[in-house]
């Protein structure tokens, strides 16, 4: 909770900060947001979770770039586009950009807990790469 920045792209957000899935009700997840803008910078306002594993955390951000970009590649040569209106040029790492990580804990609930999952959203991203045990 030393993190929380109340921002979608950069640090902790402890649960029932926004709406649930059901209306009147508060979300029941914790997140820690990592920005890939702020890792690649090495920024000093990091979270210490990510300061304490720097390698694994820059690792799996530098990662997932690469598997977005080659999916979205894919895409653009599905579609026939071309140079200047593909799909994996439209920002590049160098820019300012929301690409951000977010680890979500989903607590056990209790019959008595009031918050219930996550809202109806669309993500803030071009593509979201969801890895999930479910």
Avoid at 56 to 66: G, K, M, P
């Amino acid at each position: 909770m030393e993190d929380d920045r109340r921002s979608d792209t950069y640090g902790y957000e402890p649960c029932g900060t926004s709406a649930g899935g059901v209306r009147g009700q508060s979300d029941f997840y914790e997140t820690l947001k990592i920005a890939r803008s702020e890792m690649l910078a090495m920024s000093p306002s990091l979270p210490q979770g990510a300061k304490d594993n720097l390698e694994l955390f820059d690792r799996f951000i530098r990662a997932s770039d690469i598997i977005t970009k080659t999916l979205l590649a894919r895409l653009s040569d599905i579609f026939n586009l071309t140079l200047g209106s593909r799909f994996e040029d439209v920002r590049s790492v160098g820019e300012k950009s929301r690409t951000t990580l977010v680890l979500f804990r989903y607590p056990k609930q209790e019959p008595s807990d009031s918050g219930i999952g996550h809202n109806k959203h669309t993500d803030i991203s071009t593509l979201t790469l969801l890895f999930s045990e479910q």
